[in-house]
Antibody, heavy 119, light 107 residues
Framework: QVHLVESGGGVVQPGGSLRLSCEAS????????FHWVRQAPGKGLEWVSY????????FYADSVRGRFTVSRDSSKNTVYLQMDSLRAEETAMYYC????????????WGQGTMVSVSS | EIVLTQSPGTLSLSPGERATLSCRAS???????LAWYQQKPGQAPRLLIY???SRATGIPARFSGSGSGTDFTLTISSLEPEDFAVYYC?????????FGGGTKVEI
């Protein structure tokens, strides 16, 4: 079965850092690009970042560019999101999602990992 | 950045009724790269429609998408009890992807 499992969420102080992981299973990891999407409590979806299947192209939302870094490790079938200089308003559920085809919609989603930025 | 505006914010309907959800873009969505997702409380979103009108795997035929340019529509022909949820449109035609604010379909 196709699965994405996020981990690494938790409570962090403003200005702190956190690294999220997204482990994939049930499909050929190296064939797919991945996105990170977040959702603040009671709010809508916000796209955060994308990494292409081969890691060569990476895109970021304006709100996180320069502070967040997306990467991938094919030996571990895992995508990462390094988040630095976190802000209180970035408290949210962070989802990992797989693109259906290159630059396509998101056909597989993880269950999410919660990040709380609070002093 | 393309801004997507969904309307109405909330749609109050009964099972068996037809639901029509709107998504308007601030500029033309490239190559009709417009998707719809369904999200239920406590769950991750689920892909319903991609490429404006193509149903994702396993999605019932009562869900259909249409539109072009800046105006897109998701139609649920006859609401089932499990369809009451929040629906989001998304454009993925640019390197800065965006979602609409969502439409809640409630009983």
């Amino acid at each position: 079965q196709v699965h994405l499992v996020e981990s690494g969420g938790g409570v962090v102080q403003p200005g702190g850092s956190l690294r999220l992981s997204c482990e994939a299973s049930g499909f050929t990891f190296s064939n797919f690009g991945f996105h990170w999407v977040r959702q603040a409590p009671g709010k809508g979806l916000e796209w955060v970042s994308y990494i292409q299947y081969d890691g060569k192209n990476k895109f970021y939302a304006d709100s996180v560019r320069g502070r967040f870094t997306v990467s991938r490790d094919s030996s571990k079938n895992t995508v990462y999101l390094q988040m630095d200089s976190l802000r209180a308003e970035e408290t949210a559920m962070y989802y990992c999602a797989r693109e259906k085809l290159p630059y396509d919609a998101f056909d597989v989603w993880g269950q999410g990992t919660m990040v709380s930025v609070s002093s | 950045e393309i801004v997507l505006t969904q309307s109405p914010g909330t749609l109050s309907l009964s099972p068996g009724e037809r639901a029509t959800l709107s998504c308007r873009a601030s500029q033309t969505v490239s190559r009709s790269y417009l998707a719809w997702y369904q999200q239920k409380p406590g769950q991750a979103p689920r892909l319903l429609i991609y490429g404006t009108a193509s149903r994702a795997t396993g999605i019932p035929a009562r869900f259909s998408g249409s539109g072009s340019g800046t105006d897109f529509t998701l139609t649920i022909s006859s609401l089932e009890p499990e369809d009451f949820a929040v629906y989001y449109c998304q454009q993925y035609g640019s390197s800065s992807l965006t979602f609409g604010g969502g439409t809640k379909v409630e009983i």
